[in-house]
């Protein structure tokens, strides 16, 4: 009985290359997910950095514009800021330097890299438009209303904004990209009775 053989049982002693590739493939699948949800991430983020400087350069206008109220009137501009190359802003004053300064700050000559200018979001363009006009007149007493506004280019295409400040510009690649963000000021009209 010392001899009798006992049933042979088959182990498996490893794995199989089918099973190697079949984990390789799912890793593959799995890594390929992350890298879509980082880029997705990296959008999301170039969004949202765009956003807090536009609302920066947005306030500062905002800042200027308060501390010159009584002329308000030398804000208004039908042309749109930040188009062009940075201006020199030396020797003007009032509303005209403001606005130098401003359109500046709107094409990012703020901060340089390699002679470049990148201190503001992807095509920066600002707009001061009057809402409704000063009336001082006795008895009736209406301030201006003006609305002072910052445009740039998003990275994914969203509902076009409803602000016409920089609209139908080729810079943007179509309204859906085009990205704006707006403030209401007042200006009083100071010798109301």
């Known amino acids: 009985m010392l001899n009798q053989q006992l049933p042979h049982r088959k182990y498996q002693a490893g794995t199989t290359l089918l099973e190697v590739m079949v984990t390789i493939v799912i890793l593959a699948f799995g890594l390929l997910g992350l890298a879509g949800l980082q ?3 990296r959008t999301i983020e170039l969004e949202s950095y765009q ?3 536009a609302m920066i350069i947005l306030n500062d206008m905002v800042s200027r514009f308060h501390m010159s109220r009584i002329n308000a009137a030398g804000y208004i501009s039908g ?4 188009e062009g190359d940075v201006e020199q802003c030396a020797g003007k004053t009032g509303a005209a330097f403001d606005l130098c300064e401003w359109g500046n700050a709107l094409r990012g000559a703020g901060e340089s890299l390699g002679g470049t200018n990148v201190g503001a979001m992807i095509g920066a363009r600002g707009c ?18 003006y609305e002072i506004t910052v445009t740039w280019q998003g990275m994914f295409k969203t509902a ?6 920089a609209q139908d510009l080729d810079i943007y690649g179509g309204d859906e990209l085009r990205r704006a963000i707006s403030l ?10």
């Open 39 to 41: 880029m997705k991430t």
């Open 160 to 165: 076009a904004p409803n602000n016409t400040c």
């Open 79 to 82: 042309a749109v800021a930040g």
């Open 184 to 193: 209401r000021v007042s200006s009083g009209t100071g010798s109301c009775i």
């Open 51 to 53: 956003r807090s400087q």
């Open 128 to 145: 001061i438009t009057e809402i409704q006009a000063p009336d001082a007149t006795a008895g009736t007493c209406v301030p201006g209303i």
